[in-house]
């Protein structure tokens, strides 16, 4: 069990060692209900009432019933027997609760803003309480949430395949963009909240799950072809019209699985290099199809993997004001490998 992280960190060679401490306390069970970091725990000893950056109040089965940060603010949240969320408020005195059906399932959320009305403002509806469980069975969708209604609207799940892979859903939306719904128990009072548009998307997915085709509500369809290992292989649109366009026409991967070489649509080329003994990343290059040089980047590494430099090969050096710029780029880290400087040619905006 940590009860204390002690750090000693210098910025260069020359300057002093200063001691960082990071301290939890831990009550009988172990469990960490106060965090403090070096800049609290100093201000811990000075005033023994200065705030922690983090407190947590756990419950007798150890959830969060409070949780108080100095980033975040804080949160109270209450569960029910089962251990599910029910209720919360926050440091923003914004309450949102939860329900559930009789099979532990979300059913439906409400929330109440600082000076708004309490409004449902999600609900979910199953297979099996609902009208599609008619076809339920033979579209793969048993005992599965099918209709979300949220703050966009109602989206409904009509066909998935076994692997999980969602091969159909439609999209209605509400009638006013900017409405903040709150959403009836009733169906059809539910229905008269919505456009009568509806917007349907569907994929073709392999045995795996991995989508092939994919048309969304306007008529415009991608592909994606895939190598031996699954990886992405090359990626088309192909418009409503009909006017089919490379997106990516190559891509060449290690046995790492790692980019080597891309080649989009446009014909512009980007090759990558690694480091054979750590595989980073060491080099990046691209090219157009005229073979002029778009990019060519090296990188540099220290021996933790910090990245210490960046070289832009493109970038000629340039002398003004007696000052010398290229496209050379340093990064500076102290004893904990915390950024402490960085180098680099200026890019006026």
């Known amino acids: 069990i940590t009860i204390r992280t002690l750090n000693w960190n210098r910025e260069d060679k020359d300057s002093p060692r200063r001691l960082l401490v990071n301290h939890p306390r831990l009550d009988t069970a172990s469990r960490a209900t106060v965090q ?3 800049r609290r725990f100093a201000a811990w000893q000075q005033d023994d009432t200065a705030l922690p950056n983090l407190y947590c109040m756990a419950s007798l089965t150890g959830q969060t019933l409070k ?3 100095t980033d975040s603010g804080w949160q109270v949240t209450r ?18 609760a939860q329900v559930y059906d009789t099979l532990g399932r979300p059913q439906s959320g409400s929330e109440q ?5 309490l409004r449902v403002s999600w609900r979910h509806a199953y297979t099996d309480t609902c009208s599609a469980d008619a076809n339920a069975q033979k579209n793969n969708l048993r005992g599965l949430c099918v209709q979300r209604w949220d703050d966009s609207g109602l989206q409904t799940v009509e066909s998935m395949a ?3 892979a969602i091969l159909c859903q439609t999209q209605q939306f509400l009638l006013s963009a900017q409405a903040q719904p709150d959403w009836p128990e009733d169906d059809a009072d539910r229905q ?11 994929i073709s997915a392999d045995a795996r799950g991995i989508s092939l085709n994919q048309t969304d509500a306007m008529g415009n369809q991608q592909s994606w072809r895939y190598d031996v290992s699954s990886h992405v292989k090359s990626q088309y649109a192909t418009l409503s019209e009909g006017k089919k366009q490379t997106l990516l ?9 790692q980019v080597l070489e891309e080649t989009t649509g ?34 540099g590494y220290d021996n933790t993997g910090n990245l210490i430099s960046i070289t832009d090969n493109t970038i000629a050096t340039r002398y003004f004001q007696n000052q010398q710029t290229d496209g050379l780029r340093e990064f500076t880290y102290d004893a904990l490998y915390q950024l402490l400087e960085a180098t680099g040619r200026e890019n006026a905006g």
């Open 79 to 96: 569960f029910d027997a089962a251990s599910r969320p029910v209720w919360s408020i926050d440091g923003r005195d914004a309450v949102h």
């Open 67 to 69: 949780r108080a940060s």
């Open 266 to 299: 446009n014909g512009v080329t980007t090759t990558y290099s690694y480091e054979p003994e750590t595989q980073r990343l060491s080099a990046m290059s691209a090219l157009r199809a005229d073979s002029a040089l778009l990019q060519d980047l090296v990188y």
């Open 162 to 164: 076994l692997s999980g």
């Open 249 to 257: 026409e190559d891509i060449m991967w290690n046995a790492a699985s």
């Open 113 to 117: 803003l600082k000076g708004e009305a």
């Open 192 to 202: 008269a909240l919505l456009e009568d548009k509806i917007y349907v998307s569907t």
């Open 36 to 38: 403090r970091d070096p």
